[in-house]
């Protein structure tokens, strides 16, 4: 069986679930009307509120359009297979899915390494900050960011997509370009080197900068007042906490995807599988909405005022 035979996938994962697949049905759209709600409602007050036109809640906008588009990917592809009787995929939409979750993740990391050295600058280099973070390089940064997670999640699909496959099974309830990839008759050695390769640049190098502004950020924080160690800590702590949440669901999925996990219990692999694309943009929305003081007060007054 070659690429040409391919017309499409089946998704493995899925069990039977009976009639419970109508409740598994309305947890999951009501968790996306959730998620939906809440993103839209933190954009939409970032962008009515001039007072909110600041490098970290611009960056944090970024992030938030990034958790609709990560979730799109997702939620509307699971309701219609959860309903399903046969639970297979086309081989264009298999690959738009695969850009899709793996662009957003892709943003995710090089966003919150963009927000770490915001903080960076605000907390370590006062005096240079207004003149660093101008309007016009915030717009940069976040062009580049999207620019750049679009050039290096398209090039694996460019390797993956000619491949002449021996089969059309994958064992996950979504698309996994790896999973396609171990699928192939003939050698994958160029789309393994580059798969490593791009979660390196994907991961690593972004939570390597993270990594070093908090260590900056921290020599600061504790060679200067209490005030400043509150106020550092107050803006940090939900920025690392998202890091922190996204990092472990990311990292389980890489490992399952790369090892054999069979000896995982079937639902607990769906449920980690899906944990990094579920939790963290319901994650995000709360835990910036009730921890940054500015958007928390905004939120109560349009809604108890």
Sequence with gaps: ??????????????????????????????????????????????????????????FLCSLFVNELYGSTALFPFLLVQILSDIHTVSFPLCFLQIFCVYSYACVEFTNLAIMSYDRYLAICCPLQYNTRMATHKITILIALTWLYASVLCFVPLTLSVPLQLCGNVINKVYCDNYAIVKLACFNTTLNNIYGLVATALTIVCPVSLIFYTYMRIL???????????????????PHLASLLN????????????????????????????????????????????????????????????
């Design 1 to 58: 069986m070659n690429s040409t035979q391919v017309s499409y996938f089946t998704l493995a994962a899925y069990f039977d679930t009976g009639l419970f697949k109508y409740l598994y049905f309305m947890i999951i759209l009501s968790l996306y009307m959730l998620i939906v709600c809440s993103n839209v409602l933190l954009i939409v007050v970032i962008c009515m509120n001039r007072s909110l036109h600041e490098p970290m809640y611009l």
């Design 246 to 305: 996204f990092s472990f669901g990311a990292c389980f999925e890489i490992l399952q995807s790369r090892f054999n996990m069979s000896s995982v219990p079937n639902m607990l692999r769906v449920f980690l599988s899906l944990y990094w694309l579920t939790c963290q943009p319901l994650f995000n929305p709360v835990m910036y909405g009730l921890n940054l003081s500015n958007i928390r007060i905004i939120c109560k007054n349009m809604f108890f005022v």
């Design 219 to 237: 020599k600061v924080c504790f060679s200067g007042s209490k005030q400043a160690r509150q106020k550092a800590v107050s803006t940090c702590t």
